[in-house]
């Protein structure tokens, strides 16, 4: 074997091996690596949590700056691989758990850190995203920032604009727990293997607006479902299995929306004014 296959076959030796799966893409672009820490701003008094650290891109770079970092893997092996080199360090946890059954407060509280707001980065297999993120907003009073690098298309969803093809339930969703901003987009050639599509950066700030709109978050929520639920209905159309029919039409009356108005086309203040005004709550 020549020495440059040589050189070649030890650095695939030292990648962790994928499992299709779970969507593994790792990210091996150092440069975009090192501008996802620097998204979370200063971390010298922050606690961490990463999800799904895979090769560990992130967490060299996390590991130093950080007051105390959090990786928790999902992959058993991954996790195992990831223990000797961060065994010398204090500040480093590595947790070998599925993200989606973690409970930030209780990490936090082990720690001896029950009144910080963590940060949190990561990676997020593309399969799972929708249900991390939702995992995120319900546990938001424990977290400041969330940085994450999701699929393309979805983050196109998480910053649309109301009366846009990607504006959705996502998109109000997320705009009820935190403000959203895209960072920056990677080609498929930042991972290995490469995904078959375009990933982007998001930054999202936790701000939770439910008490300022006047609405119960998980009610408002079930009725944002309701309102989306067919993108081809109209709102009033959506809303009619469940309301009646001259409840709904004073709603969009007294908001000064018409009838045909689809729930695309309504901000979230709009939409928190329509379920306000439907007594949803009661």
Request: net charge positive.
């Amino acid at each position: 074997m020549s020495a440059h296959k040589q050189v070649n076959a030890a650095r695939r030796s030292r990648r962790p091996a994928r499992k299709a799966k779970l969507g593994q893409n790792f990210l091996v672009d150092a440069n975009a690596a090192r501008r996802i820490v620097e998204a979370l701003g200063d971390i010298g008094n922050s606690v961490v949590i990463e999800i799904g650290p895979g090769g560990g891109a992130l967490t060299k770079m996390l590991a130093d700056p950080a007051q105390h970092l959090i990786p928790t893997e999902f992959d058993h092996a991954l996790a195992q691989r990831l223990q000797p080199a961060f065994a010398g360090r204090e500040n480093v946890e590595i947790v070998q758990a599925n993200f989606l059954d973690v409970s930030l407060a209780d990490l936090l509280a082990a720690g001896g850190a029950a009144r910080t707001r963590l940060k949190v980065v990561g990676n997020i297999p593309y399969y799972i995203t929708s249900d991390i993120l939702l995992r995120l907003f319900e546990q938001h009073e424990s977290i400041e920032t969330v940085v994450v690098m999701v699929q393309k298309e979805v983050a196109d969803r998480l910053v649309a604009e109301p009366g846009s093809r990607d504006y959705g339930l996502l998109t109000v969703t997320a705009l009820l727990f935190a403000d959203v901003e895209r960072l920056f987009t990677l080609s498929p050639s930042a991972f290995s293997p490469p995904p078959k599509v375009y990933s982007s950066v998001l930054r999202l700030h936790v701000s939770p607006k439910a008490q300022g709109l006047g609405v119960d978050p998980r009610k408002f929520i079930q009725f944002c479902k309701l309102a989306f639920a067919q993108k081809r209905k109209t709102l009033f159309n959506n809303l009619r299995g469940q309301y009646e029919q001259t409840e709904i039409k004073a709603a969009l009356r007294a908001a000064g929306l018409r009838e045909d108005v689809r729930a695309e086309a309504l901000a979230l203040e709009q939409l928190a004014e329509i379920y306000r005004r439907m007594r949803a709550d009661g």
